[in-house]
T-cell receptor, first 113, second 115 residues
């Protein structure tokens, strides 16, 4: 069975600095998709970024980028120029070839003014 | 805008009650999910439905059942609520049919307290 691990329960970053959130996963599939979701205090889950496993190029969305290492089964999220609105729970998610979505335990990110 | 709507934001029920959590999506999505969210455990999949009347157990199905009679509606049922089912429940939907890079869209969550 697939599993997703986030080894950092809590992280903090100074405003305008860069922070990296870690995610590793375990799978025997070769074709799958990876996502990072953000959950602010409002509880609404928001997609931050996605990555197709067959693409070697790392995905980027404005201040958010990933470092995808397929062989190492690692999928970290880098947030540049951190803003107060980035404070939230961040979840790494794995989507199987048959559409099942599995989440990690989450990382709580605090942004220090 | 895609919308996934959960029937209640907060719910308080008594031990032993039968509880229904309702979820409706308006994007004609094939897939629908029920997750339970607890601190330190992230989102754990309870049940997954990939089509009307089709369902698959997730990682923690014990004590729960689901119903999907119409494509847009996915209900989670607690047959006899217990205090260890006090939690946040999140419903999600996504398109299927091999569109793997599409994300899941979430409802606003139902915080259920069983007393």
């Amino acid at each position: 069975a697939q599993t997703v691990t986030q080894s950092q329960p809590e992280m903090s970053v100074q405003e305008a600095e860069t922070v990296t959130l870690s995610c590793t996963y375990d799978t025997s599939e070769s074709d799958y998709y990876l996502f990072w979701y953000k959950q602010p205090p409002s509880r609404q889950m928001i997609l931050v970024i996605r990555q197709e496993a067959y693409k070697q190029q790392n995905a980027t969305e404005n201040r958010f980028s990933v470092n995808f290492q397929k062989a190492a089964k690692s999928f970290s999220l880098k947030i540049s120029d951190s803003q107060l609105g980035d404070a939230a729970m961040y979840f790494c998610a794995y989507k199987t070839s048959y559409d099942k979505v599995i989440f990690g335990p989450g990382t709580s990110l605090s942004v220090i003014p | 805008d895609v919308k996934v709507t959960q029937s209640s934001r907060y719910l308080v029920k008594r031990t032993g009650e039968k509880v229904f959590l309702e979820c409706v999506q308006d994007m004609d999505h094939e897939n629908m999910f029920w997750y339970r969210q607890d601190p330190g455990l992230g989102l754990r999949l309870i049940y997954f439905s990939y089509d009307v009347k089709m369902k698959e157990k997730g990682d923690i199905p014990e004590g729960y059942s689901v119903s999907r009679e119409k494509k847009e509606r996915f209900s989670l049922i607690l047959e006899s609520a217990s205090t260890n089912q006090t939690s946040m429940y999140l419903c999600a939907s996504s398109s299927g049919g091999g569109q793997g890079n599409t994300e899941a869209f979430f409802g606003q969550g139902t915080r259920l307290t069983v007393v």
